[in-house]
Each structure stands twice: as structure tokens, then as C-alpha cells.
């Protein structure tokens, strides 16, 4: 699983989860058995928000995130989604992991 956090410039945490929203809604377009989630704190370090995308290693994830950002429905709008989603976040505040589920 790919679990990543981001921070919210202040005042924009409601925007920044409707912005990752968008993205998951992108995502299910392509491929429906994805599964992301978005999480907004409730308690604990303020303005942070955590993404999860499930997939099955570093490898598998890195293909699909190529095919998504090279789909024809998906490419046209990713300048504009990361120029708004940089006018909205903290750069460099926040974490980028791989989990493996033990088995």
C-alpha cells in the first residue's frame, strides 16, 4: 500500500481533500478495482490530510501511475489539478511510504 501525507496551506484543508478526491474519482474513471482512500485529520498534527492507494508492491504501483498519467481522459487535466494542487499545499510537508500487509 502506498500511504502518503500531505499539509493543507491554511485556509485551504477542505480544498485540498476535494482536490485528492478529485484524483480518486479520476482514478476509479480508469480503473474501477482501485481502491483510495482520503483521510482528513480529526485530531493530531493540524492541516494534515493521508492518502492510501492499495497495490500490490513499489513495482505494479509505478506502472499504473504511469498508465493513469498517460490516459487521454486523465492527461489533460493534470497541469492545471498540480498547479492548483501546489498553490494549495506546504512543499515538502509530508511523508511518502510503501506498506506490505504481513501475510
Known amino acids: 500500500m502506498n500511504r502518503r501525507t500531505f499539509t493543507a496551506s491554511k485556509p485551504h484543508f477542505e480544498e485540498v481533500l476535494e482536490l485528492l478526491g478529485e484524483y480518486g474519482d479520476l482514478l ?21 490530510i493521508a492518502r492510501e492507494y492499495e497495490v500490490e508492491s513499489l513495482t505494479a ?3 499504473a501511475l504511469a498508465e493513469f498519467q498517460d ?33
Open 71 to 103: 490516459h487521454p481522459r486523465v492527461k489533460p487535466r493534470l497541469p492545471t489539478w498540480y498547479q492548483q494542487w501546489r498553490q494549495i499545499t506546504v512543499p515538502g510537508g509530508g511523508t511518502n511510504e510503501f506498506w506490505r500487509l504481513r501475510d
Open 28 to 48: 476509479k474513471s480508469i480503473d474501477s478495482a482501485a481502491v483510495m482512500r482520503v483521510y482528513g485529520i480529526e485530531f493530531g498534527r493540524v492541516d494534515t
Open 61 to 63: 504501483f509505478e506502472r
